[in-house]
């Protein structure tokens, strides 16, 4: 029990279909994190929220979008999605302090994520 | 450029056997965070260490060793007598002081078999 839970853990959805992925961190962090998973690929950063605020969005389509709606919860909306889309997503959460010259650098503590599928 | 190496992509180790996975890292910062985390089958990122660029001491908890190498730029991971448990995809990963979002940059991942 890592205390970060994503739902659905499966999800197979159609090109044309409209889906939202949870995660609930119960943790007592600030910040909240996406990732997307490919075979043979680093992680890939998606989203980051800091204290609700998105901080970074690096390059994502707009067929994903972010929704952090208090700092326990992280929505990842996806329509109109790609086969490519395909991929294990990943979220993760920290507990970031916000020093001069930056953010701490804490650990990332993830959940065990949402294997998707898009036919 | 890849910011993380992880030059093994699959290691297969006899049980009780030794193993040692690679990382080697590039920044141009004097601070930075080094992590390694492990994920089993289940899907989750287990956090297993992380160690900041002024601590070169080497670390040792139970089977696991860390050896952090400046002057190669390298952060590699050891099991000793490695048990079929250990079985998953080890990641190594990079955090830079000049990066005010918390980006964690990984490897690309080795993934261990130990074989009963």
């Known amino acids: 029990e890592t205390g970060i839970t994503q739902t659905p853990r499966h999800l197979v959805m159609g090109m044309t279909n409209k889906k939202s992925l949870k995660c609930e961190q119960h943790?007592?962090?600030?910040?909240m994190y996406w990732y997307k998973q490919s075979a043979k690929k680093p992680l890939e950063l998606m989203f980051v929220?800091?204290?609700?605020?998105?901080?970074e969005n690096n390059s994502v389509p707009s067929r994903f979008s972010p929704e952090c709606p208090n700092s326990s919860h992280l929505f990842l909306h996806l329509h109109t999605l790609q086969p490519e889309d395909s991929a294990l997503y990943l979220c993760?959460?920290?507990?970031?302090?916000?020093?001069?010259?930056?953010?701490?650098?804490?650990?990332?503590?993830f959940g065990a994520g949402t294997r998707l599928s898009v036919l | 450029a890849q910011k993380v190496t992880q030059a093994q992509t699959e290691i297969s180790v006899v049980e009780k056997e030794d193993v040692t996975l690679d990382c080697v890292y590039e920044?141009?910062?004097?601070?930075?965070?080094l992590f390694w985390y492990k994920q089993p089958p289940s899907g989750e990122l287990v956090f297993l260490i992380r160690?900041?660029?002024?601590?070169?001491q080497n670390e040792i908890s139970g089977r696991y060793s860390w050896n952090f190498q400046k002057s190669t730029s390298s952060f590699n991971f050891t099991i000793t007598a490695s048990q079929v448990v250990d079985s998953a995809v080890y990641f190594c990963?990079?955090?830079?002081?000049?990066?005010?979002?918390?980006?964690?940059?990984f490897g690309t991942g080795t993934s261990l078999t130990v074989i009963p």
């Open positions: 993760a959460s920290s507990q970031d302090s916000r020093r001069r010259g930056g953010l701490a650098k804490n650990i990332q503590y």
């Open positions: 943790l007592g962090h600030n910040a």
């Open positions: 929220y800091n204290f609700k605020e998105q901080t």
């Open positions: 920044t141009r910062d004097t601070t930075y965070y």
């Open positions: 160690r900041n660029s002024f601590d070169e």
């Open positions: 990963a990079l955090s830079e002081s000049a990066n005010t979002g918390n980006q964690f940059y």
